[in-house]
Every structure is written in C-alpha cells, then in structure tokens.
C-alpha cells in the first residue's frame, strides 16, 4: 500500500497496536485499518481524513477505511 506514506504529514505507518495495515473481510463489505504516525503540523483528524480519502481510492471494491494515529512527533 503506497497512498497512506505519500499523505503529507505520515512520519510512517506503524503497528503499535497490530499490523500496520489490517484486512477485514469477515463483515459484508471488506474493511481496512491502518496506523499512522504523524509529523508535526495540520490537526491529526484532516490528515487522517485525508490517508483514509487516499487509502480508499487505492483499493478497489471501496473498502470502508479507519484510520489509527498512534503517534504525533
């Protein structure tokens, strides 16, 4: 997965509670979580909101997308 690092402002994607990136197809429309950490600057819910815009267009069948920020700094 390559849109959530290009999001300016993500330090990194991280896995401080699980993997970085985390596929769920157990429910009737696939889900999507990934953890971020952040650089200093815009508040952490518009870049959040942007990685989950960016995540969602990169993967095909619209997945619904969580975004975790695990980190700001």
Do not use: K, W
Not at 8 to 36: I, Q, T
Not at 38 to 65: F, I, K, N, S, W
């Amino acid at each position: 997965m390559t849109a959530a690092p290009a999001v300016p402002e993500v330090a990194r994607v991280r896995g401080a509670l699980r993997r970085e990136v985390r596929f769920e197809a157990a429910s009737p429309r696939r889900h999507v979580r990934v953890e971020v950490a952040l650089t200093y600057g815009p508040p952490a819910v518009e870049v959040a909101l942007r990685v989950r815009t960016a995540v969602g267009v990169e993967l095909d069948g619209q997945p619904t997308v969580a975004v975790l920020v695990t980190g700001i700094g």
